[in-house]
């Protein structure tokens, strides 16, 4: 009886609230983007990447839905990205202004500086640019998100450099708005100019990953977590995108790195609890930890920590959050999951 009276509540409002006029333009647009989707989808994913390309999370979605549909998405790269997202054959090529730190004027003048011909070097392009509006800091964000991979230095080089290269044509450029001429303007700009690259060794894999994550709001050249899979796949019962198919309240459990990390206290009783953004390679969840689960496994929390996470679903709002009753490192998963699924096999 209460369904009935709530949809005659609806029957009224559709006729005004959604007329049909609405709802076949609705009906074109998912029509025209499913056909472009379907049969154009390198495309139809650059654009959509380009649109989105101020918003980071979107970003990352798009990104994850390229995946799926085994569309490559490269890094960005100082000599062959564009303002946007880019079409290379089959794959996308990462756009100049979804990087984090590097503005539209960083951006146009790079590129107008590239149509010369492409930059042989770091030092070539500070060279060639303006150093007060391509500052340090946006060719920081440059090299950490790996826009300079392709050129023969590691990013552990180019950073130690990279005072040195801003240092030598801050002088030049100086000089030459006092119309003076320097050595360096006898080259051709195609020829570039080369640095004297220190002996350093690149930076540790989840060092660069944690830099591509900042800037670009996804890891391009691995994940953290790759080396993990079979474990992840072994001892979890759900990933972030399939929880959404299981029911409210069903205990799971769920593995993955902590993205983010919140430490906070109950309204009530001022209780010590954390707001974890729990990521697996999937996607990422949030997770809550109140006060009793805190009080037993609270140690375990650390920001980047591998971690297993037993508790029960909660699907009262539109994204399902887990609250934790139990939480395992990486490093006792084996011992415990394995333990735990002999012992329900011997007793059943």
Not at 98 to 111: H, S
Request: with cysteine; hydrophobic share 40%; aromatic share 8%.
């Amino acid at each position: 009886d209460l369904a009935e009276k709530i949809w005659d509540l609806f029957v009224p409002f559709q006729g005004y609230g959604f007329n049909k006029a609405h709802a076949a333009s609705y009906g074109i647009v998912a029509y025209q983007t499913a056909y472009m989707k379907a049969n154009y989808p390198v495309e139809y994913m650059t654009a959509l990447l380009t649109a989105e390309s101020g918003n980071t999370e979107k970003i990352v979605e798009a990104v994850e839905e390229c995946k799926h549909l085994r569309i490559e998405v490269k890094p960005p790269d100082i000599n062959l990205s564009g303002v946007g997202f880019t079409i290379e054959g089959q794959s996308i090529r990462f756009g100049l202004s979804a990087i984090k730190n590097v503005g539209g004027v960083a951006i146009d003048l790079i590129l107008k500086a590239r149509a010369a011909g492409p930059f042989a070097s770091l030092t070539d392009l500070c060279y060639r640019v303006d150093s007060q509006k391509v500052n340090r800091k946006v060719l920081e964000s440059l090299i950490k998100c790996g826009a300079f991979d392709t050129m023969s230095a590691n990013r552990a080089q180019l950073f130690e450099v990279l005072g040195k290269a801003l240092a030598r044509s801050g002088e030049v450029q100086k000089d030459r708005e006092r119309g003076q001429s320097s050595f360096f303007d006898s080259f051709d700009a195609s020829a570039g100019v080369s640095e004297t690259l220190p002996n350093v060794a690149e930076w540790p894999e989840n060092v660069k990953l944690a830099y591509e994550k900042e800037l670009l709001g996804f890891y391009v050249t691995g994940h953290p977590l790759e080396r993990y899979r079979k474990e992840l796949k072994s001892y979890s019962t759900i990933r972030t995108n399939t929880a959404i198919n299981r029911r409210d309240g069903e205990e799971v459990v769920i593995g993955g790195l902590v993205n983010k990390l919140k430490f906070t206290q109950t309204k009530k009783n001022n209780e010590k609890m954390a707001i974890v953004t729990l990521e697996d390679l999937e996607g990422t969840m949030e997770l809550l930890v109140f006060p009793r689960a805190f009080k037993e496994c609270g140690q375990h929390l650390v920001k980047d920590a591998i971690l297993f996470f037993r508790g029960n679903l909660d699907k009262k709002e539109q994204d399902p959050k887990l609250l934790v009753n139990e939480i395992t490192p990486l490093a006792e998963a084996h011992k415990k999951f394995t333990r735990s699924i002999h012992v329900r096999i011997v007793t059943s």
